[in-house]
């Protein structure tokens, strides 16, 4: 569920704080390809990671979450980034532009580096670890908060959707949804991983996968361009609220595996 980056983001985690050992959570970065590299965007950030840079012979990812420990970082964060809102990335840059790209990244803000993976061939996924042009300050968005936003969201878009008429459910549309849900790789989350956290990770992946469908060729009743805009208008408070909910979801998870360690 998810994307690429949440499962780095909860599963170095669950690593660098005890929780989980390394073959697990390399294996967990499996769901997303069969193989992985990872480079440096720039000169600097391969000799603070000890990685290439790009266009050289790649890393492992074993070699990154080496680097993640004797560097010290404790703070890794899902940003979800869409244009119009780039919070949480420190700025513009090339770690911006990947992360828009990819519509997603892994922020260590303690570190000043942001980590994007992209799709570079089928079943092989590339990480690029990027300077962060200027220091972020986290956003903290609580579980129970991003969970009612997510609520309150589906209400009003229903009630939006439905007031334009664009609503209509077109015919299979329930097995389209299961289809797509079926479809999207199902990685392992570490033990302990707080279940509330899982719980709307889910719902979102489902709210999301709905707004998938929406978005599809054949939008159901809207028949003009000024009623694609208007469907697309009454979606986006939905699809903002499902990212907050993916982050807030992933975040609190880091957060737990965190806290653990430090009363233990």
């Given at each position: 569920?998810?994307?690429?980056s949440?499962?780095?983001?909860?599963?170095?985690?669950?690593?660098?704080?005890?929780?989980?050992?390394?073959?697990n959570?390399?294996?967990?970065?499996?769901?997303?390809?069969?193989?992985?590299?990872?480079?440096?965007?720039?000169?600097?950030?391969?000799?603070?990671?000890?990685?290439?840079?790009?266009?050289?012979?790649?890393?492992?990812?074993?070699?990154?979450?080496?680097?993640?420990?004797?560097?010290?970082?404790?703070?890794?964060?899902?940003?979800?980034?869409?244009?119009g809102?780039?919070?949480?990335?420190?700025?513009?840059?090339?770690?911006?532009?990947?992360?828009?790209?990819?519509?997603?990244?892994?922020?260590?803000?303690?570190?000043?580096?942001?980590?994007?993976?992209?799709?570079?061939?089928?079943?092989?996924?590339?990480?690029?670890?990027?300077?962060?042009?200027?220091?972020?300050?986290?956003?903290?968005?609580?579980?129970?908060?991003?969970?009612?936003?997510?609520?309150?969201?589906i209400?009003?878009?229903?009630?939006a959707?439905?007031?334009?008429?664009?609503?209509?459910?077109?015919?299979?549309?329930?097995?389209?949804?299961?289809?797509?849900?079926?479809?999207?790789?199902a990685?392992?989350?570490?033990?302990?991983?707080?279940?509330?956290?899982?719980?709307?990770?889910?719902?979102?992946?489902?709210v999301?996968?709905?707004?998938?469908l929406?978005?599809?060729?054949?939008?159901?009743?809207?028949?003009?361009?000024?009623?694609?805009?208007?469907?697309?208008?009454?979606?986006?408070?939905?699809?903002?609220?499902?990212?907050?909910?993916?982050?807030?979801?992933?975040?609190?998870?880091?957060?737990?595996?965190?806290?653990?360690?430090?009363?233990?």
């Amino acid at each position: 569920m998810c994307c690429p980056s949440a499962t780095l983001a909860v599963w170095s985690s669950a690593w660098l704080h005890g929780a989980a050992a390394s073959d697990n959570a390399l294996d967990a970065l499996l769901a997303w390809g069969e193989a992985h590299e990872v480079v440096a965007a720039d000169r600097a950030s391969a000799d603070t990671f000890d990685l290439p840079v790009t266009g050289g012979f790649p890393a492992q990812p074993a070699q990154l979450l080496g680097a993640l420990r004797r560097l010290g970082a404790t703070d890794a964060r899902l940003v979800l980034p869409v244009p119009g809102d780039v919070r949480g990335l420190g700025g513009g840059g090339a770690f911006t532009d990947a992360a828009l790209r990819a519509g997603e990244a892994v922020v260590f803000a303690g570190l000043g580096h942001g980590i994007v993976p992209r799709a570079i061939a089928e079943g092989l996924v590339r990480w690029t670890v990027y300077p962060m042009v200027a220091e972020t300050v986290p956003e903290y968005v609580g579980l129970a908060e991003a969970e009612h936003g997510l609520t309150d969201a589906i209400r009003d878009s229903a009630g939006a959707l439905k007031a334009l008429d664009v609503a209509s459910e077109r015919p299979g549309v329930r097995a389209e949804l299961s289809a797509r849900l079926r479809s999207r790789p199902a990685p392992d989350w570490p033990p302990g991983t707080p279940g509330r956290a899982l719980r709307v990770l889910q719902r979102a992946e489902e709210v999301g996968a709905i707004l998938a469908l929406a978005h599809a060729d054949e939008p159901g009743g809207a028949l003009s361009a000024s009623a694609a805009t208007r469907r697309a208008d009454a979606l986006r408070p939905l699809a903002d609220a499902v990212r907050t909910a993916r982050c807030a979801a992933v975040n609190e998870a880091v957060r737990v595996f965190a806290e653990q360690a430090n009363r233990s």
